[in-house]
């Protein structure tokens, strides 16, 4: 899986990256279809945000975004509900191939 971690207007250290790079890498077990993540960290003030976007392949691309006060507690809440995309998306996925895919697919 390719990972990429893009930063806007502010600099975080080198190991705030490694340690978001490390995370996304574990995104991985809740789905296997995955093809790339990347993260984009940004801090306006006292506030961060953080956007994960998951392509899982056949052009399907999942979504989180959280802003909030502390990083890590923002980081945590946007890892939390990537992982709860991507198993909503693999249940889906596996549901509709053992029902024998989609009616027009």
């Not at 506030?47 to 975004?65: K, P, Q, S």
Request: glycine share 8%; aromatic share 2%.
């Amino acid at each position: 899986m390719e990972t990429q971690v893009a930063i806007l207007h502010h600099d975080y250290p080198a190991r705030i990256r490694d340690g978001v790079e490390e995370r996304l890498q574990g995104l991985v077990k809740f789905h296997d279809r995955v093809v790339s993540m990347r993260a984009m960290l940004e801090r306006q003030k006292e506030d961060h945000r953080v956007e994960l976007v998951a392509n899982v392949g056949r052009g399907t691309v999942l979504v989180a975004d959280v802003k909030g006060g502390a990083f890590s507690v923002v980081l945590d809440e946007a890892i939390d509900r990537m992982t709860r995309h991507l198993k909503r998306h693999h249940d889906k996925v596996t549901r509709d191939r053992h029902r024998g895919g989609r009616i027009g697919h």
